[in-house]
Nanobody
Framework: QVQLVESGGDLVQAGGSLRLACTAS????????LGWFRQAPGKEREGISC????????FYVDSVKGRFTISRDNDKSTVFLLMNDLKPEDTAMYYCAAGLKSGGNCRRAGDFPYWGQGTQVTVSS
């Protein structure tokens, strides 16, 4: 049974930092690309960052480039998202995703079958 458990979300002031973690089980973590998505109320789920199996290839959406850093620890089956210089517009539920389908696009939510329950990030101005 695949499980993804996110943690690290919190209420933080603008300019602050958070580090999200997503610990996985139930599949061969070391073989899989992983993604971080976020969804604000009334908005579609947005792919913001993803990382390939060994961490050698990373993607960031423009709105977080230079502020967020994705990384992974394959020994601990965990993917991280370090978020610096947080802004009120970063407020959302953050989700990790795994199991990117062959030929899939890591920015597309529909290309990932496995999801965590989410962790809330709220940035106050």
């Amino acid at each position: 049974q695949v499980q993804l458990v996110e943690s690290g979300g919190d209420l933080v002031q603008a300019g602050g930092s958070l580090r999200l973690a997503c610990t996985a089980s139930g599949f061969n973590f070391n073989d899989e690309a992983l993604g971080w998505f976020r969804q604000a109320p009334g908005k579609e789920r947005e792919g913001i960052s993803c990382i390939n199996w060994d961490g050698s290839n990373k993607f960031y959406v423009d709105s977080v480039k230079g502020r967020f850093t994705i990384s992974r620890d394959n020994d601990k089956s965990t993917v991280f998202l370090l978020m610096n210089d947080l802004k009120p517009e970063d407020t959302a539920m953050y989700y990790c995703a795994a199991g990117l389908k062959s030929g899939g696009n890591c920015r597309r939510a529909g290309d990932f079958p496995y999801w965590g329950q989410g962790t809330q990030v709220t940035v106050s101005s």
